[in-house]
């Protein structure tokens, strides 16, 4: 199968899960989402970061931190990867609002051999002692009912680091993907399933339809709060093999596709038109813009047009802002 009819196929069976769906309806709260500029990777952002988090209501005194990335594999040349400092950042605002632990925890979809990974020494070299990694493709699991329908599973195998966190933070990279169109905090959690059980890289998610098992994780798994790496993101031939695209910003928001939604437009795209985040929008806030309330810098500052796949040109929407 090619990748358009993969993208048609999808598409189609989104519509279909969809239109199945017994209506939840979306939540009417505004969504606050905050860009923080940050034009390279040279500067500690930590108190920057816990005050907007403060200030969205992320209460993280004497609780469980969990910081789940988007950290692929080592490679310094390219993109790939919430880069080290934005993590350390992360983590340190987290302890400046007094959490009783942080952990930094990823299950590579691509490399097996986790020092290619969360325990690769570029990010041991920046964290606060108190921080520790943990490579979540190994270990202990936590079975969690599926609260969605489009997969078929029954359940997810979820790390019990990530079960047990009471709080989870997800940190994806800012990037085109060859499949989906973009990937960011939604896609993201894939990263929480151990490849001891779902393979290298999350084949029986890839078989399951990864729109499906998107939504389905999205319904199932709880994230408290997202910030997006897009100081500098990957365009064209993303996840892996794109090229460097700078957009010198962090996406915060305690909504998830609030977060997407507004990275999708900084990346020159119309989230309306990306099957998952459509879809996800008809059980989530944040898809439309009037759902918003932008804080800090303007989006005109950074908005972009990423180079994308032919494919996915027909996803191009703006100017937005």
Known sequence: MNRRQFLKDSAALANCAALADVARGVPAAPCPVTLLPMPDYGRDLSKEIAAVMSADGLRLKGKKVLLKPNFVEAHPERPIN???????????????????????????????????????????????????????????????????????????????????????????????????????CLKNLFG???????GWPKNLLHFKGIDNSILDLVGTIKVHYNIVDGVTGMEGDGPIMGKARTVGAL??????LAADATAARLMGFDPRKISYLAQAGRFLPGLRAEDL?????????FAAKFDCPDDFKEMRGGPFF
Do not use: Q
Not at 102 to 126: I, K, M, T, Y
Not at 129 to 153: P, W
Not at 251 to 256: A, C
Not at 293 to 301: D, F, M, N, Q, T
């Open 251 to 256: 996406v915060l928001s305690p909504f998830s």
């Open 82 to 184: 919430t880069h080290v400092a934005v993590i350390a950042s992360a983590a340190l605002a987290c302890l400046r609002l007094g959490a009783a632990e942080v952990v930094v925890g990823e299950a590579s979809g691509h490399r097996r051999d986790p020092w290619f990974s969360v325990l690769n020494p570029s990010l041991r070299d920046v964290l606060d002692r108190e921080v520790r990694r943990i490579d979540l493709n190994h270990g202990d699991v936590v079975s969690i009912t599926n609260k969605g329908r489009r997969t078929g599973l029954p359940v997810f195998y979820v790390a019990r680091p990530v079960a047990e966190a009471d709080v989870l933070i997800s940190m994806p990279k800012m990037k085109t993907h060859h499949w989906m169109g973009v990937t960011l």
């Open 293 to 301: 309330v932008l804080r800090g810098e303007k989006p005109a500052r």
């Open 192 to 198: 929480v399933l151990p490849g001891i059980y779902y």
